[in-house]
């Protein structure tokens, strides 16, 4: 199933990496704190783990860089998704459960609120992995919810569930939390933006046909010991 390999090369990506993304996820709570820096913060992470980075190890100096470039682009997603996401979480909370007639739209106001944490979610890993402006970032937010919607929910519902979880153990809540979400949402974005991501542990196309050349000439000395055997 496509959305279980994505999520398992995930969690592969984020133990490849572990000490670095241990680390940045360290930062982003940092970040997190100071609010100003929670969005660009937010867009560095998911850039620090980008899948396409296994060959090189992301460090400091390019985490600054990187935290530079994408500043304003990470404000302007923010700007243009959290106010809408406040207006929509206030008025589930002041109508939701009451006998006003604005109370029947609770249900539409829970659905908007999923597809814009999607939407957000998909933006910043846009905005970091691929260092694109915030329309571009929206184009292809949109592109993923639009042509994968049943995998975008389920997504954000798998997600829920391990916050959920590594809440309860603490630890991995603070050490790993961010940089494996990061992680998994990256595979998700990649894939539905058919980028290509090479893993490093698979052999080249020429160090391919060099293994099937040596696996071939083992195999025939093997026979000829074989044949050899026999005749004695």
Not at 125 to 133: D, H, N, S
Not at 135 to 140: L, P, Q, W
Not at 161 to 189: D, K, Y
Not at 207 to 221: L, M, Y
Request: hydrophobic share 60%; with cysteine; glycine share 6%.
């Amino acid at each position: 199933m496509r959305f279980l390999r994505l999520v398992g090369r995930g969690f592969h990506d984020t133990f490849d990496q572990f000490l670095p993304l241990v680390l940045f996820s360290l930062a982003w709570w940092a970040a997190l704190a100071l609010i100003i820096t929670a969005p660009p913060a937010t867009a560095t992470l998911f850039a620090m783990a980008d899948p396409r980075r296994q060959t090189t190890v992301p460090d400091f100096a390019d985490a600054v860089k990187t935290f530079r470039q994408v500043f304003l682009r990470a404000w302007g997603v923010a700007m243009l998704t959290i106010p809408l996401m406040a207006i929509l979480i206030w008025n589930l909370l002041y109508f939701g459960g009451t006998d006003q007639r604005l109370a029947v739209l609770a249900p539409l106001w829970t659905l908007m609120i999923l597809v814009l944490v999607i939407l957000a979610g998909y933006a910043q890993a846009v905005t970091g992995a691929l260092l694109v402006g915030v329309r571009d970032a929206f184009r292809a937010a949109i592109f993923l919810i639009v042509s994968r919607p049943l995998m975008s929910l389920c997504l954000l519902l798998f997600l829920l569930v391990l916050t959920a979880v590594m809440i309860v153990l603490v630890v991995p809540f603070i050490l790993i939390w961010p940089g494996l979400v990061a992680s998994i949402v990256n595979r998700f974005v990649l894939s539905g933006l058919d980028i290509e991501v090479i893993d490093p542990n698979q052999p080249t196309p020429e160090r391919a046909v060099e293994q099937r050349g040596n696996e071939s000439t083992r195999d025939a000395i093997f026979q000829r010991a074989r044949r050899a055997g026999r005749h004695r």
